[in-house]
């Protein structure tokens, strides 16, 4: 017996460390940690492990700062000018936007849609890796101490890098979207198609269940849906790079992601996303019927043509010319829109609002009518009231709120109200 | 300190005895644990590194110079689950310590029979250790744990390449560790 174990000794002892490992690979598959929980192993190899990736990182941090900031300040000047003028830039882009955002909100309020805001933040350093090709978690300097949690989101100015999976004291670990673990709720920017960004062992990210008959464009941009409730909704994730037929009638399109992930140094983690409704305060009251009026059901606009020859479009049977009445809003917006869901009540919310979101700058006056109504199309004539900015209409006559009666420089096309003809009566 | 070795039976070095090396044990510690740092560092500043399998370099320089299967299959035990401690939730704890345990055996048991110490043979050696470890690596991630690995020989080879070459060098510069 003795020169048998001797004999083989060696396999012996491979085998049983072997089978340990096997056995605790197995312990491993069949209980999971749970979610947040973290094994002790780990816990100990990332205790001696980071301390010193964080002293190379900081180091490297402040060497490279000091050589930026106090050395090396060759052309800072002319970097100066040209960020100032990117400033003013900015700040007329701003003022558009800023239009753009309110428009914004105001159809928000009115849909009850509620918005994802980032709260708060953490700003956190890469500091390492798994070392390994099979596995492409990141390490980052930031843990359980300055508030970081599981399921957190990772992002970067450019794009979302991953989520949070482990959490240690001084350093967390992170999924990142090219993981072949990682799956992120995603849709196409602009035809706003929705799919499932998912990683693959070899490092690339693929956006799934497309069907196969959906028009994908390349270069088309991927922003998050939100749907996963960890990313807010329309992060940029990154750009369609290919499409191809895959399995199962779906498509197989390659996402190249916005965030370079193979070269990140700092990461923002989203410590706090609040869902709240925009603030409407400065938009004026909500009735209720303008709620109502969102949900009824649409009625198409058809083309009415009077004996002059103008065209109008006014809802078929319901007779609103309101809705037919104001050039480039709700006369142009496609059937079923806010604007032309329910005749009766757009003097209020199909009138005034959906004009204001459809035509370009909510703080224009709404024009008086370019076209002639149609007769019998409708009982009365919209009038113009160019110090509001309001239509009121012949069922709604009560202006419902007051919108700001500046032009902006760029308006455009909209003639000036004619006078109430004779022998039409101006609703009250 | 220098322990001759009997001369093994089958053995295909030319010389009458094989070397056995020792190492303190300040470098049987720092050396496996400064290879894990730079294995989970330096990808973030050199995005391709993680095709260099450093701790398993490691695994092989030890269980050669020692020339001993159970000390190669404690040390390749010990850096595999090091390892694997660093990696996601894809990558559970024993898989590079199955590996590398099997990686230290057998380069062991081949350092017993042929003589590895100048580049020619090193580099054919990491190459060759590295292929098996990459083949044992997918057979218990897609074997085991019904993992969904991909497996790319032109991949496989290229990554031995640049292992055998990068191997070459590391295994000089851990040369000066060796006591004889």
């Known amino acids: 017996m003795d020169t048998i174990l001797g004999r083989y000794k060696n396999l012996i002892v491979l085998a049983a460390i072997l089978f340990a490992q096997i056995i605790a690979l197995a312990m491993q598959v069949r209980r999971p940690t749970a979610e947040g929980e973290t094994r002790l192993i780990r816990l100990w190899a990332t205790a001696a492990v980071t301390p010193f990736e964080k002293a190379v990182v900081h180091s490297q941090k402040w060497v490279h700062d000091t050589w930026d900031g106090y050395i090396y300040l060759r052309h800072v000047d002319q970097e100066n000018q040209q960020l100032r003028a990117e400033i003013d830039r900015m700040k007329l882009e701003q003022a558009r936007l800023r239009e753009d955002a309110t428009m914004a909100r105001r159809i928000q309020t009115l849909l009850a849609f509620k918005e994802q805001y980032i709260d708060s933040t953490v700003a956190a350093q890469v500091i390492g890796t798994s070392g390994s090709e099979q596995s492409r978690v990141l390490y980052i300097d930031k843990g359980s101490k300055d508030g970081i949690k599981p399921d957190m989101a990772v992002i970067t100015p450019t794009g979302i890098v991953g989520k949070i999976v482990q959490v240690f004291p001084g350093s967390s670990q992170v999924l990142p979207i090219n993981d072949q673990l990682s799956g992120v709720g995603a849709a196409l920017k602009a035809s706003r198609l929705q799919g499932i960004l998912k990683g693959a062992a070899n490092g690339t990210t693929t956006l799934q269940y497309i069907m196969s008959d959906e028009p994908v464009k390349l270069g088309e941009e991927v922003v998050t849906s939100g749907g996963d409730r960890i990313f807010p909704k329309g992060f940029p994730v990154g750009t369609v790079a290919s499409v191809e037929p895959g399995k199962d009638l779906f498509l197989n399109i390659r996402v190249i992601p916005s965030a370079r992930l193979d070269r990140l140094e700092e990461v923002l983690v989203v410590t706090k996303i609040q869902e709240k409704l925009p603030d409407a305060k400065d938009l004026g009251p909500i009735r209720a019927s303008d709620i109502l009026s969102e949900r009824l059901p649409g009625v198409p606009v058809t083309q009415t043509v009077d004996a002059a020859g103008n065209a109008a479009g006014t809802a078929s049977g319901a007779a609103n010319p309101a809705q037919s009445n104001i050039p480039g809003g709700a006369a142009t917006a496609k059937p079923g829109t806010a604007t032309t869901r329910n005749p009766s009540n757009s003097g209020a919310a199909g009138t005034t609002r959906p004009t204001a979101a459809a035509s370009p700058g909510a703080s224009r006056p709404i024009p008086a009518p370019a076209t002639k109504p149609a007769n019998g199309s409708t009982n009365a004539a919209p009038k113009p009231n160019p110090g509001t900015g309001t239509v009121t209409g012949a069922t709604t006559a009560k202006p419902v709120r007051k919108l700001p009666a500046t032009l902006p420089p760029d308006t455009d096309q909209t003639p000036p109200a004619p006078p109430p003809k004779e022998g039409e009566t101006p609703p009250q | ?180």
């Open chain 2, 1 to 180: 300190m220098t322990t001759p070795a009997m001369p093994f039976r089958g053995s295909y070095t030319s010389r009458e005895q094989v070397a056995v090396y020792e190492f303190k044990w300040l470098a049987v510690i720092l050396i496996p644990l400064v290879v894990i740092f730079i294995q989970a560092f330096l990808p973030t500043k050199i995005r391709w590194l993680p095709i260099i399998d450093l701790p398993m370099m490691v695994v092989i320089f030890f269980a050669v110079a020692r020339r001993n299967p159970i000390s190669g299959c404690m040390t390749g035990a010990i850096i595999g689950l090091l390892q694997d401690t660093l990696g996601g939730p894809a990558h559970p704890i024993g898989m590079y310590g199955i590996t590398d345990t099997i990686i230290g055996y057998m380069a062991s048991s081949l350092g017993v029979k042929i003589d590895i110490e100048n580049p020619g043979s090193r580099f054919l050696i990491i190459y060759g250790f590295f292929v098996i470890h990459q083949a044992l690596y997918y057979g218990v991630g897609h074997g085991l744990l019904r993992q969904a690995l991909q497996w790319s020989w032109s991949h496989v080879a290229i990554s031995a390449l640049a292992n055998a070459v990068v191997g070459v060098f590391v295994f000089s510069l851990l040369d000066r560790f060796k006591q004889r």
